[in-house]
């Protein structure tokens, strides 16, 4: 049965909650308002599944196929506006529901909460098009997809890489009518963190809020911002470093604590195609940067390079060397460290307000140090300057 001991042993893949055949298991949010299982022992029937389809308590072994990587841009130049990198994802879930298949991926409810899903037309993957930067939950999609899978349907799974090593070792076996495709992850932040923003947000705009997107890219890709729509009509947008829930995001201060020791970061993935943001494009490809928005894909399979090929006539694409590109995303294949505040941060995160939290924990210690040295500086200027006014004064009296 499983036991969470340490919780970086825990990604919240929900693949124990799915398999566990007396639905004894419960994924419950912990202080930090992360998901984790926990267990009804009295319903245990001690059969072990649990533990067998956990992705972190398995042996990861790499595949043999050497994976390729492109520079990709969806020529659909609407979808790729509302995407987050170059529209990839449309494209790849675009030809699954034309082949007859359905595509699961991650989108917002209607209280702005992540969750995963599934639709089959094309005028719903608009809910997971763009990234949602908070753990999204998986509940009982992993069944769905399976029943579906057996019953010889299509499939397009689309997650995190431990959620599609969590699927996989769910399912257990190959399923030659699922894609599977993945991101490359920086980290994902907690959920009851987030829900504290979009309450912080709603307060100050005094309305519901109507849309949120994290990847806006009005002032560019590279500067992407941060966009609320309210029900008043009004609108909320900072770039991604004025941002107070970005902020927190990319200091590292807020991730779940498996993502500081992701076990998942390889370019030998258990999905067909990884997608990312191609950052470095401008010094490796120029002429594939025009600030819109360019994807990084790996294809990790002979059934990505199938899809890559169906879909090749819908986007502009070019080949690179993975190892170069990987140089300019080490997320890929690196967890992040630690930030040294992050205790203290989820310690105040009911105590303090969102900005209070943000500017005591995410602003730099170095930017710190020179505000306090420019005022140390000032002060000593000023008391020159004052001391040299008494000075003539004084010999004014004289
Ligand atoms: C938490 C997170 C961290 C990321 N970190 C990096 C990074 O460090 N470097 C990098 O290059 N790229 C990163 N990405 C990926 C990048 O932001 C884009 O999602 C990716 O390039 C796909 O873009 P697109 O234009 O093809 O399609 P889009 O339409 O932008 O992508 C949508 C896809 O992302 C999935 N998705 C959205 N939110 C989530 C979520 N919370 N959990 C699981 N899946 C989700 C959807 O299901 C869909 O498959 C991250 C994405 C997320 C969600
Ligand atoms: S051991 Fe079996 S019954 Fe017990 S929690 Fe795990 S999956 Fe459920
Ligand atoms: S990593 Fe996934 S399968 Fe393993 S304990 Fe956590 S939720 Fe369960
Ligand atoms: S960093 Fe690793 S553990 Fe964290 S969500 Fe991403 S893949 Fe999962």
């Known amino acids: 049965?499983?036991?969470?001991?340490?919780?970086?042993?825990?990604?919240?893949?929900?693949?124990?909650?799915?398999?566990?055949?007396?639905?004894?298991?419960?994924?419950?949010?912990?202080?930090?308002?992360?998901?984790?299982?926990?267990?009804?022992?009295?319903?245990?029937?001690?059969?072990?599944?649990?533990?067998?389809?956990?992705?972190?308590?398995?042996?990861?072994?790499?595949?043999?196929?050497?994976?390729?990587?492109?520079?990709?841009?969806?020529?659909?130049?609407?979808?790729?506006?509302?995407?987050?990198?170059?529209?990839?994802?449309?494209?790849?879930?675009?030809?699954?529901?034309?082949?007859?298949?359905?595509?699961?991926?991650?989108?917002?409810?209607?209280?702005?909460?992540?969750?995963?899903?599934?639709?089959?037309?094309?005028?719903?993957?608009?809910?997971?098009?763009?990234?949602?930067?908070?753990?999204?939950?998986?509940?009982?999609?992993?069944?769905?997809?399976?029943?579906?899978?057996?019953?010889?349907?299509?499939?397009?799974?689309?997650?995190?890489?431990?959620?599609?090593?969590?699927?996989?070792?769910?399912?257990?076996?190959?399923?030659?009518?699922?894609?599977?495709?993945?991101?490359?992850?920086?980290?994902?932040?907690?959920?009851?963190?987030?829900?504290?923003?979009?309450?912080?947000?709603?307060?100050?705009?005094?309305?519901?809020?109507?849309?949120?997107?994290?990847?806006?890219?009005?002032?560019?890709?590279?500067?992407?911002?941060?966009?609320?729509?309210?029900?008043?009509?009004t609108e909320y947008r900072k770039t991604l470093n004025k941002d107070l829930y970005m902020r927190a995001f990319l200091k590292n201060v807020c991730l779940r604590p498996s993502c500081y020791a992701c076990q998942f970061k390889t370019i030998h993935r258990q999905s067909d195609i990884t997608l990312a943001d191609f950052w470095g494009i401008d010094h490796m490809l120029p002429d594939m940067d025009d600030d819109k928005g360019t994807s990084l894909i790996f294809v990790n399979s002979k059934a990505g390079q199938a899809m890559i090929e169906k879909i090749a006539d819908k986007m502009k694409f070019k080949e690179v060397d993975i190892n170069e590109a990987v140089k300019y995303n080490s997320a890929a294949i690196k967890s992040v460290d630690t930030n040294s505040n992050r205790e203290k941060f989820f310690e105040e995160l009911h105590k303090l307000t969102f900005d209070e939290l943000v500017k005591k924990y995410c602003t730099d210690k170095l930017s710190i140090r020179v505000k306090r040295k420019i005022k140390a500086v000032l002060k000593k200027i000023l008391m020159k300057v004052r001391l040299f006014g008494l000075a003539k004064k004084a010999a004014g009296r004289k």
Not at 24 to 43: A, L, N, R, T
Not at 99 to 111: H, K, L, Q, R, S
Not at 189 to 214: C, E, L, M, N, T
Request: a negative charge; one cysteine or more.
């Open 1 to 233: 049965m499983i036991q969470i001991v340490d919780k970086q042993n825990c990604c919240g893949c929900y693949a124990c909650y799915n398999i566990c055949p007396t639905k004894c298991i419960h994924m419950q949010s912990d202080v930090e308002g992360f998901g984790y299982p926990v267990v009804e022992i009295d319903e245990c029937t001690e059969c072990g599944l649990c533990e067998q389809v956990c992705p972190i308590l398995e042996d990861k072994t790499a595949g043999n196929y050497e994976p390729l990587a492109y520079a990709c841009i969806n020529n659909n130049e609407t979808i790729r506006l509302e995407s987050s990198s170059g529209g990839l994802f449309s494209l790849i879930a675009e030809q699954v529901i034309d082949d007859g298949g359905v595509v699961f991926g991650a989108n917002f409810n209607e209280n702005f909460e992540v969750e995963h899903s599934c639709v089959e037309i094309k005028g719903e993957l608009e809910k997971f098009r763009g990234s949602k930067y908070v753990q999204s939950r998986i509940g009982e999609t992993y069944k769905q997809a399976k029943q579906l899978l057996k019953s010889g349907r299509k499939a397009l799974f689309t997650g995190t890489p431990c959620q599609i090593d969590g699927l996989k070792s769910y399912l257990g076996k190959f399923y030659s009518n699922l894609l599977c495709v993945d991101i490359v992850c920086h980290g994902v932040p907690s959920p009851g963190v987030w829900k504290k923003y979009v309450d912080y947000r709603q307060a100050k705009a005094s309305s519901a809020a109507q849309r949120i997107s994290f990847r806006r890219k009005d002032d560019g890709w590279k500067r992407y911002s941060v966009s609320f729509l309210f029900e008043n009509n």
